[in-house]
């Protein structure tokens, strides 16, 4: 039998909702949100067809029918079938309906607004946050809608009418038995910063209108779970403000301890109101009576009591590149340009947008993964993401948020630092193009996951902030569109390196007990590693450089001709410059959040960028362009007689395979030479591949002229040298 409902203006009834029927059409105020909170009196948005019940809010855009609409006030199929088989549900079970919290709103008399205005509550305020009014438990209460973590309504906390008497306690909880919460819960989302935990629920609605992120237990001052705690472990500042009175004095005091207890790395505050409060003893007084402001109450009145203590940053001293890589020496061996800069790139994560990213593209088992990850101990374990097969949906639903209301799922990755290890594929890099190329600071995404029903689903992802990307594979071959976003890098394979790693591994695993504490003894990586926290405290957004027309000319002095990718290689010369005066902010020039590079910021950038932009002048990784120059011309040069030979020939993969061995003392396989590296080297240019003309089967590789007979001078590539001449910024 077909499923039938009942009318929509039947169903609106029900529920109480006040409409006007007009031209086949019903009008009220919209139930989804807030849009129609500055509409006229007499004047609503949310259209239905009074025949099929569609509905249409002209203001917000929300579709749909009376299904849907049962659905988001709470109710069931049940609920608005024509024929009912049980009564309908008013209310869901050991809960509140977003029904409940609206007639509760409508009600608020004015006496009662007029009470809220005087505590600072606007009318907008009462508005966002559904303060209502209602019977219960045989009194009149003041209803405060609370919403659990994902942002449903759970239950009201009800405080009684201020003009009448507490002989049954001041608050209660509606329905029966509801457990306290915090209310504030969005306010965590996102946050890394500061929050305010304060006495009650009008002072974290006042607090929070004035910018200060705040939440509160429900169950007042004395109250604090320690199941709530996990979720402010990424805060660096914690203030606590309580009410000016004993019970507020023994709350503060027993909330300290109970988070000093948990959150080692977090600043804990008190606040205690000031001394000139003789009438009133919470916050909404402080405001409203006595000329409160948040600057007054976060600085002047705010105290650490415990947590992590500021960092004293008069023991740093200005660094360069050598004192770094001799820090990273600790434990990574050899491959100097490589992890300095891999180190830069991870400290690029605490600006606002002067982040790069990095490729390590080599075969199995060369390290490509140990670098990143051997200075990622380093940083904070909260800012670095380590992911390994990882498909852009899992990415999603792992990193992100859910908002159960607006149904989007928020990845926020500012100052973060993400590792790909090991990645088969670049799906998700895909799916994060703009942000590595750093087009737009919050991007709007779609996915679609099943229901439980077994059908799509549709949500939004929103992906905000620039992290610093490392990205590890053991694919050579990188999409264009991909590697034009990242530094392409290889780990060393000399023999010198690989010996050099397998004493560190002997004695490292031989006994990890004393390797760890003697490594976390070292002064200088400890004293780096407070560096780093100092660094990310002082929560710089931008970098500055002076004189850019002398960057212009040092760049265009060493490049008679330019090509399309110089418009990148500016930009992560500029990068480095930048991240190298980040390493030493207490010595540069500042201006708020903004910090000026120097003149020995873009001399170490330009020395480390020398070192490394060769390869990067082809789009090539490291590895392949040194297989290049170590293999392919060698092998090419000795069959030609070094250039004597009457008619040169070119090379076959075989003779290749064989001079890689001979070269490394290791095999490389067939297909990676045959589907990656022989591409990328024609694509870049540096060969050319033709026929066999005695063997029409074979393919012979021939490394270009230009490359193999030309000096140094000719090529179009900065000197390695590292001289930068005489450079005033």
């Known amino acids: 039998m077909e499923f039938q409902t009942i009318t929509i203006s039947q169903y609106l009834k029900e529920k109480g909702m006040e409409f006007v029927e007009r031209n086949g059409e019903i009008v009220t105020r919209c139930v989804f949100n807030d849009c129609d909170a500055d509409s006229r009196a007499n004047e609503a948005h949310l259209y239905f067809d009074a025949e099929t019940g569609q509905y249409d809010c002209k203001k917000c855009g929300e579709q749909g029918n009376i299904i849907t609409l049962a659905r988001h006030l709470g109710d069931t199929l049940e609920d608005v079938a024509k024929e009912k088989t049980q009564p309908s549900k008013k209310r869901k079970k050991n809960g509140i309906t977003i029904t409940d919290v609206e007639r509760c709103h409508k009600a608020l008399p004015d006496r009662i607004r007029e009470y809220l205005h005087d505590r600072g509550i606007t009318d907008e305020l009462i508005s966002h946050f559904k303060l209502g009014w209602g019977e219960f438990y045989g009194s009149q209460w003041i209803t405060i809608p609370i919403k659990d973590i994902d942002g449903n309504f759970s239950f009201f906390k009800l405080r009684r009418d201020p003009d009448q008497e507490t002989e049954d306690g001041k608050y209660r909880f509606y329905p029966a038995g509801s457990k306290a919460t915090l209310f504030g819960w969005d306010m965590l989302k996102g946050n890394t910063d500061m929050i305010v935990i304060c006495e009650g629920e009008f002072d974290a609605i006042l607090l929070t209108s004035l910018g200060i992120p705040t939440l509160t237990s429900t169950a007042g001052a004395g109250t604090f779970k320690d199941e709530w705690i996990p979720h402010l472990k990424n805060l660096k500042n914690i203030h606590i403000c309580f009410d000016k009175d004993d019970?507020?004095?023994?709350g503060v005091e027993k909330l300290v301890a109970q988070l000093d207890t948990h959150l080692s790395k977090t600043a804990i505050h008190q606040i205690t109101l000031p001394d000139r409060m003789t009438d009133g003893k919470d916050v909404t007084d402080y405001i409203t009576?006595?000329?409160?402001?948040?600057?007054?109450?976060l600085k002047e009145c705010s105290k650490q009591v415990a947590g992590r203590q500021p960092i004293d940053t008069s023991k740093f001293k200005p660094l360069t590149s050598d004192d770094v890589v001799r820090v990273l020496g600790l434990t990574i061996k050899k491959d100097e340009e490589n992890k300095?800069?891999?180190?830069?790139?991870?400290?690029?994560?605490?600006?606002?947008?002067?982040?790069?990213?990095?490729?390590?593209?080599?075969?199995?088992?060369t390290g490509k993964s140990f670098i990143p990850m051997e200075v990622s101990t380093l940083f904070p374990t909260e800012d670095v993401m380590k992911l390994g097969d990882c498909s852009p949906k899992a990415f999603f639903h792992e990193q992100g948020e859910y908002d159960k209301e607006s149904n989007t799922m928020l990845v926020d990755l500012s100052r973060k630092i993400l590792i790909f290890l090991d990645q088969p594929h670049n799906s998700l890099l895909e799916r994060l193009r703009s942000l590595l190329s750093h087009d737009q600071k919050e991007m709007i995404s779609k996915i679609t996951d099943k229901n439980r029903k077994g059908g799509n689903q549709t949500k939004t992802v929103i992906l905000r902030g620039y992290p610093a990307v490392i990205f590890c594979s053991a694919g050579l071959k990188i999409d264009e569109q991909e590697s034009t976003r990242f530094i392409l890098l290889s780990p060393q394979t000399s023999q010198e390196k690989l010996r050099f790693s397998i004493q560190e591994k002997i004695k490292k695993e031989s006994d990890y007990e004393t390797y760890?504490?003697?490594?976390?003894?070292?002064?200088?990586?400890?004293?780096?590693?407070?560096?780093?926290?100092?660094?990310?405290?002082?929560?710089?957004?931008?970098i500055r450089i002076?004189?850019?027309?002398?960057?212009?000319?040092?760049?265009?002095?060493?490049?008679?001709?330019?090509?399309?990718?110089?418009?990148?290689?500016?930009?992560?010369?500029?990068g480095l410059t930048k991240i190298f005066a980040l390493l030493n902010v207490w010595f540069r020039e500042r201006e708020g959040s903004t910090i000026v590079a120097t003149?020995?910021?873009?001399?170490?950038?330009?020395?480390?960028?020398?070192?490394?932009?060769?390869?990067?002048e082809y789009n090539l990784p490291p590895y392949v362009y040194e297989l290049y120059k170590d293999v392919i011309v060698p092998a090419y040069d000795e069959k030609n007689a070094f250039g004597l030979a009457a008619d040169p020939s070119g090379i076959t993969r075989k003779?290749?395979?064989?001079?890689?061995?001979?070269?490394?003392?290791?095999?490389?396989?067939?297909?990676?030479?045959?589907?990656?590296?022989?591409?990328?080297?024609?694509?870049?240019g540096l060969i050319s591949q033709d026929p066999d003309p005695d063997d029409k089967r074979r393919i012979l590789i021939t490394p270009t002229d230009k490359l193999?007979?030309?000096?140094?001078?000719?090529?179009?590539?900065v000197s390695d040298t590292g001289d930068v001449g005489t450079i005033s910024l």
């Not at 070292?522 to 407070?530: C, D, G, Q």
């Open 340 to 365: 300095l800069i891999t180190f830069l790139c991870a400290l690029s994560a605490y600006t606002e947008q002067s982040q790069f990213n990095l490729s390590f593209n080599a075969p199995s088992s």
């Open 289 to 297: 009576k006595h000329n409160g402001n948040p600057d007054e109450l």
């Open 655 to 684: 003779e290749i395979l064989q001079k890689h061995y001979e070269v490394y003392g290791r095999m490389v396989q067939d297909w990676q030479m045959r589907q990656q590296i022989i591409p990328m080297l024609e694509t870049a």
């Open 516 to 542: 760890r504490d003697d490594l976390n003894a070292n002064p200088e990586r400890a004293l780096l590693k407070e560096r780093i926290e100092a660094i990310k405290d002082e929560a710089i957004d931008e």
């Open 546 to 574: 002076e004189n850019p027309e002398l960057i212009e000319q040092e760049f265009f002095s060493k490049r008679a001709k330019l090509k399309p990718r110089h418009q990148r290689d500016i930009g992560r010369l500029m």
């Open 708 to 717: 193999t007979t030309s000096t140094d001078s000719e090529k179009d590539i």
């Open 599 to 616: 003149k020995e910021d873009f001399e170490e950038a330009l020395k480390l960028w020398n070192k490394i932009s060769e390869s990067q």
């Open 247 to 250: 019970a507020g004095a023994k």
